[in-house]
């Protein structure tokens, strides 16, 4: 990738959204910079030039500019600062609430009609590769800020997250096709209508509010065997060793059980799991190519001893 690239793309979607286009009356009477002013102002509980300043990144006469024509107009008040007497706090007038709503309004618009010409499938590859691309260039809640993963048992809801989020990335992340939908759908699906509390059970891994990672640990056809499934962790929260304590968590519950084995069914296209499961001990039993989920693969067998290996 070049830097001609990310221009080129930059340029596109400027121009897709338009961002430069003052004719669409997306954002009159005020400018592109003036409209986000309004914006982190009518989603801000407390804040004040400096926070505005610092996170819009703007020149400090440019935006004490914009704030004077603001008041002016009404759309805002200044008053000292709640946290800092000799900062001043900036706050929508009812006026300048009115403004920012009718500009979110015809943002709303406009996005709605770019994504009615996008069929349904294509819209859960286009949020994944907006996803990715906010991930890989830093955007997102710091780590320290969103605090650390809890793993939870699921609430209503979280097993149709498992469907629809393991069908979403590895569509968008390797290309499967929709057999790999329908594959998991059974196995959730198994999972609801008849598991057992005391030899069963799904992680659900909750980070600054939301779900971002699963797993499953069912038991197998073998005697005395247990089965890892559908470890899945979302692309913003990889690198915070989730994925780690969720395969951690599978291999303390099978054990503490009374499981002898823990086995799981992977493909070798996924590498950082395949090196996170051999940290935790497995081993590679078996493995054959095959054809699935619209991709040519090759299918392994990973098995770990729990009573001859430790954690």
């Known amino acids: 990738m070049t830097v001609q690239d990310v221009r080129a793309f930059n340029r596109f979607y400027t121009n897709l959204v338009g961002a430069l286009d003052y004719g669409r009356h997306l954002y009159a009477p005020y400018t592109l910079t003036e409209a986000r002013v309004l914006y982190e102002l009518a989603h801000a509980t407390d804040t004040d030039a400096a926070d505005l300043r610092t996170d819009l990144a703007l020149d400090a006469g440019y935006l004490s500019r914009i ?3 603001f008041e002016e107009a009404g759309l ?8 800092d007497p000799r900062r001043r706090r900036v706050s929508l007038t009812p006026a300048g609430r009115s403004a920012a709503r009718l500009l979110d309004e015809r943002a709303r618009e406009s996005v709605g009609a770019l994504l009615g010409a996008v069929g349904p ?14 991930t890989i260039l830093g955007d997102g809640p710091a780590p320290d800020a969103a605090g650390e993963a809890v793993l939870r048992e699921p609430h209503p809801g ?6 629809q989020r393991n069908a979403a990335l590895y569509a968008a992340e390797y290309g499967f096709n929709a057999d790999y939908e329908g594959l998991v ?9 008849d598991h057992d509390p005391h030899l069963e059970r799904t992680w659900i891994a909750e980070w ?15 005697p005395g065997t247990a089965r890892l499934r559908l470890l899945l962790v979302e692309p913003e929260a990889r690198g915070l060793g989730i994925g780690d304590r969720l395969v951690g ?24 799991a395949r090196r996170l499961y051999q940290r935790h001990g497995f081993v590679l039993s078996a493995e054959k190519p095959h054809r699935s989920f619209g991709q040519d693969l090759v299918g392994q067998d990973w098995r770990l001893d729990l009573h001859g290996t430790g954690r």
Request: aromatic share 6%.
């Open 67 to 69: 704030l004077n024509k």
């Open 185 to 193: 759908a059974r196995i959730v699906a198994d999972y609801a209508e």
């Open 158 to 163: 979280d097993l149709g997250w498992i469907v």
């Open 249 to 272: 968590a599978v291999i303390d519950f099978a054990r503490g059980v009374g499981y002898r084995d823990l086995v799981l069914w992977t493909n070798d296209i996924l590498s950082s």
């Open 208 to 222: 600054a509010g939301r779900p971002v990672g699963c797993v499953m640990c069912v038991r197998d056809d073998a």
């Open 121 to 134: 499938a294509e819209r859960v590859r286009l949020a994944e590769a907006m996803r990715t691309i906010r």
């Open 76 to 83: 805002i008040e200044r008053a000292p600062s709640r946290r």
